[in-house]
């Protein structure tokens, strides 16, 4: 791809990979950073016959883990290939079909006005000979087998029986088993049995394979060879051939985990897969009005040239490939923001990945830990000719789905990354874009034995917004007109859909959260029984995932109320903001917007800690005015919008501090501009602290009632009452030695503090600074009347049709006392029964709980769940509370992608999985040889039975035999 040629998209993906029965799994099993890594099964080779821990020990591998693909169901009859040719026809060819079937499912070719299949081609890699082959030449060796046979004395007759037992094993040759035995046929069979009239071929650099395959396809499509190319890699080469080869270099990791870019990385492990990708040019893909996943940018590639040894890596090699990659793409290295790396664990290897991804991004400006490393291989092992693709498939769904994927398996990063624009990324995090960086660009290498190297780079879409496709939350409803036959319903797997309508008011409706189908089967269970035992309960919940009420909640108002400084915490939200492209959007835009030394987004979800000194600083980064009230306004706004989608509605709000902002714009007082403009105002007004002024003040809660605190405040005049928030809490704040001597005090009479952890003394004259700069912000918006009733904070102030007193409300607030506790026994009484809190963590449900303790009449709610919760599952939680109270919310799950259909069953289902399949009747023959009967005797040297009788000898083959369903 020349710079200034036209982009390439990628419209369709397929895959099979370990634990992983299509992209959709592959790509849950990413995000939720599950290890793919098992123990060799029986059906590929006996860990008894071939494993020695010792790595010098002969012919043994000291490695018997790896990455497997899990077993598919196939129907030859699907292909045209006949069942007994299955057995000579390497399984890779098989099980690339149902993946070339996948990807071109995904891309939506069969049956539409613009696919052709006669323009249509197919170029994957892979690497050498079919795995089957060892089985083809194991049969050729029965020659030797004879000559040591006769050798230890046995007979002709012995011989000939002992390699008939062996050779059972194996299947015979035969017509089909050259095809079925060449690398080629991959791509082939793909093009015969899908009418493929493009280019077909494979293509063979080693662990690059698949990269270089994707490149020659793009090559394809902007010749105009072809209009739609399939391309990707294939590799199922887990035999024992494969380990001795991996061990003997040797390469393994000994722990038996792959470790990339860690500290105590000792190797690699080896991974079955398969991958694909349907690629069309970006300007027929946007006529031809398909889904586009992600746009290809650049292939750059290089060789190593004349160096030490033909497998060891080379910098210079590399830092050539991303050199020219980058040449092309037409954009600098510091634009990117995730490289998917080749990454394998070897400890040599990924040093010198990353010191030449180094020195590129660091010439094109990358600052320190801008840009997430990682490396697939981490979950599901090396999959060779596959690992290209591999990553490529990863960093698309990633800019897809606006996601930084987690790298498993990383406890300490080793050296090389110190000072560096790079952070290994070991958690699932949202991927929020910042003012230097306004597209989503991630960059995927791969390298081969024989010094060839290859870096991908790839951008995002501009398209619509997209469900998500992995594993989330989901709410699933039923409801009826009596309990008894809602359970019935339960019982017979009727309903239990995301709802398109209103639940009618006086029906039973129970509601169910849960993240797989497993949890969802269990919870129905609970549900069902509890019901049973009371088919009169008015309401009932279990384990925070089952809610049911007989009716609807008749009566009560509905109170929104938002969260402010103090409730943030590093990474709060992530889950929601990756699940909910609402929640995203407003921290896009909301990044985008903001001015701070540092991206927004790197400060609300910043790279992953280590140690505790690195999340003090991320926490202390975080509690910065300037950072945390435009981040704690993304995610109420984000939450919110979300729930108003679903249809929720508020009667009237309150924002605790800052979220009084919040509840201003909620109520349409402000608009989505005017709003995040004011939460970076705010926070930066109080943020830009005057020189001469050193001390910051400081804040304390008070475990005690207003009229005791008032008492203890006589001769403390550096100290101001700052929110009154419960019946037995205050909270103080002013100088901080003043505090500290307040503190003090407290502590003498038997009364309890905690100091809080904040920037500055809120509410108090420490911010008295910001008043005026933040009053020349509100200055410039018209603050309207709100379309909702909102509670201010201050006891005499009020918002409504008068602008101008509704701007000075919202300055005066800075230094005002916070009436909380107050205000919400004011709504309590003007009719609100359900308080629904916006924003981060639960410190204002709480707060509630606490002031209407008496009420039994009461539900508070919250659409987080705090410091170290599933922030999907908590919003998820909300939601079907609010159903379940009647509120008439619809498409809870429409962010979710459904699932993909299940395949229907065809005329034949052999179960394939990575080995070669083995027929039963090869199973039951070579059982029936091992056990006929025969033995053998030692033959004298005058061809006689031998004077003192031999041991009998039982020959056992070592040749692995799968069950036919392995």
């Known amino acids: 791809m020349a710079a200034e040629t036209q982009p390439v998209a990628v419209v369709g993906l397929g895959g099979l990979f370990p634990q992983a029965r299509n992209v959709r799994e592959f790509w849950s099993n990413i995000v939720a950073a599950r290890d793919c890594i098992e123990s060799v099964p029986e059906s590929h080779w006996r860990i008894g016959d071939h494993y020695d821990p010792d790595p010098k020990a002969p012919d043994k591998t000291y490695c018997k883990v790896g990455g497997f693909v899990p077993t598919i169901d196939f129907d030859p009859m699907e292909f045209g290939i006949p069942p007994t040719v299955l057995e000579v026809t390497d399984t890779v060819q098989l099980l690339s079909l149902t993946v070339a079937k996948q990807t071109f499912l995904d891309a939506g070719a069969f049956d539409s006005d613009w696919y052709d299949a006669s323009r249509a081609g197919v170029v994957l890699g892979t690497i050498g000979g079919a795995a089957i082959s060892e089985g083809f030449n194991a049969r050729l060796v029965t020659p030797q087998i004879r000559e040591a046979v006769l050798a230890c004395g046995l007979s002709e007759r012995d011989a000939a029986e002992i390699v008939a037992k062996y050779s059972s094993a194996f299947a015979p040759w035969e017509e089909n088993s050259f095809p079925g035995a060449l690398g080629n046929v991959i791509a082939g069979r793909i093009a015969n049995r899908f009418d493929l009239g493009g280019t077909n071929f494979v293509v063979d650099s080693a662990c690059a394979s698949s990269l270089t395959a994707v490149r020659l396809a793009v090559d394809e499509l902007l010749s105009g060879r072809a209009d739609f190319m399939l391309t990707g890699g294939a590799e199922f080469k887990n035999t024992i051939f494969n380990y001795l080869c991996f061990s003997k270099t040797p390469a393994f990791s000994r722990e038996g985990r792959v470790r990339p870019f860690d500290e105590s990385a000792d190797g690699t492990l080896s991974g079955e897969g398969i991958g694909m990708l349907a690629l069309k040019r970006l300007d027929d893909a946007e006529r031809d009005g398909n889904r586009i996943y992600a746009v290809l940018r650049a292939i750059g590639s290089s060789s190593d040239g004349r160096f030490k040894s033909i497998y060891a890596p080379r910098r210079e090699g590399q830092v050539n490939a991303l050199h020219r990659a980058y040449a092309e793409a037409g954009f600098d290295a510091d634009q990117v923001g995730l490289v998917e790396c080749h990454g394998t664990g070897t400890s040599v290897g990924d040093a010198i990945e990353v010191s030449a991804l180094r020195e590129v991004f660091e010439a094109a400006g990358s600052g320190p830990r801008a840009v997430a490393l990682g490396s697939v291989k981490s979950q599901i092992g090396h999959t060779k000719a596959a690992a290209g693709v591999a990553g490529m498939i990863k960093a698309v769904l990633a800019l897809h789905e606006r996601v930084l994927p987690p790298t498993i398996n990383v406890d ?59 594993a989330v939350s989901a709410v699933y409803v039923w409801h009826a007109a009596t309990a008894a036959e809602l359970v019935r319903q339960l019982e017979s797997g009727v309903g239990g859909g995301d709802p398109a309508e209103a639940v009618p008011d006086d029906h039973a409706r129970l509601a169910i959260v849960a993240s797989t189908p497993d949890e969802l089967a269990a919870l129905v269970a609970k549900a069902v029984e509890r019901l049973r035992a009371d088919t009169a309960a008015v309401e009932f919940t279990v384990d925070r995932a089952i809610f049911y009420r007989g009716r609807a909640l008749r009566g009560g108002k509905v109170a929104a109320l938002f969260a402010g400084q103090g409730s943030q915490y590093p990474d709060m939200g992530a889950r929601a903001v990756m699940a909910l492209p609402p929640l995203r959007l407003e921290f896009d835009t909301a990044a985008l917007d903001f001015a701070g030394s540092e991206a927004l987004g790197a400060v609300v979800f910043p790279p992953p800690a280590f140690d505790a000194a690195q999340r003090a600083e991320q926490d202390a980064a975080l509690r910065r005015t300037e950072y945390a009230q435009p981040a704690i306004g993304a995610l109420s706004a984000g939450q919110f919008k979300y729930l108003t989608e679903l249809g929720f509605r508020a009667d009237g709000a309150m924002g605790h501090s800052f979220g009084e902002l919040t509840a201003l714009w909620a109520a349409g007082s402000l608009t989505d501009a005017e709003f995040r403009r004011l939460a970076w105002e705010r926070g930066a007004a109080m943020a830009a602290r005057p020189a001469d002024s050193a001390d910051p003040g400081a804040m304390v809660a008070v475990a005690c009632g207003i009229d005791r605190v008032r008492e203890l405040l006589a001769g403390h005049p550096d100290v101001y009452l700052c929110n009154i928030n419960a019946p037995d809490q205050v909270v103080l704040g002013g100088g ?3 505090v500290s001597a307040f503190a003090a005090s407290c502590a003498a009479v038997g009364i309890t503090t905690r100091e809080l952890s904040v920037a500055t003394a809120f509410h108090t004259p420490y911010v008295a600074h910001a008043v005026e700069s933040f009053r020349r912000a509100v200055a410039e918006v018209e603050i309207r009347e709100p379309s909702i009733p909102v509670y201010p904070d201050m006891a005499t102030a009020q918002y409504g049709p008068d602008v101008v007193a509704n701007r000075e409300s919202l300055v005066q607030q800075l230094m005002s006392t916070v009436y909380f506790s107050a205000r919400i026994a ?55 509370r609010l159903l379940v109270l009647g509120m008439p919310l619809t498409g809870i799950n429409r962010y979710t992608a459904p699932l993909p259909p299940e395949q229907q069953a065809g005329r034949m289902r052999i179960p394939l999985n990575g080995a070669n399949y083995i027929p039963p009747k090869r199973v039951e023959e070579h059982n029936r040889l091992l056990h006929n009967g025969y033995r053998a005797s030692v033959v004298a040297a005058n061809g006689s039975p031998a004077a003192e009788p031999a041991a009998l000898l039982n020959i056992q083959s070592t040749i692995p035999v799968p069950s036919p369903a392995a």
Not at 426 to 455: C, E, M, Q, Y
Not at 847 to 856: E, P
Request: aromatic letters at 10%; one cysteine or more; a neutral charge.
């Open 736 to 738: 901080s030695a003043a």
């Open 826 to 880: 004011q709504m309590y009484d003007h009719g609100f029964r359900v308080f629904v809190e916006f924003g981060p963590g639960t410190v204002l449900s709480g707060l509630v709980r606490k002031i209407l303790a008496d009420r039994d009449d009461v539900v508070v709610l919250s659409a987080d769940g705090g410091r170290g919760s599933d922030s999907d599952r908590a919003i998820k939680q909300l939601a079907a």
């Open 412 to 470: 300490r990063p080793h050296g090389s990354f110190d000072g560096s624009p790079f952070y290994v990324n070991t958690a699932a995090r949202p991927w929020i874009l910042d003012p230097n960086r306004t597209r989503r660009r991630a960059a995927v290498s791969a390298f081969g034995f024989g010094g060839t190297n290859f870096h991908c780079v790839l951008e995002e879409y501009d398209g619509a917004t997209v469900p998500v496709s992995h």
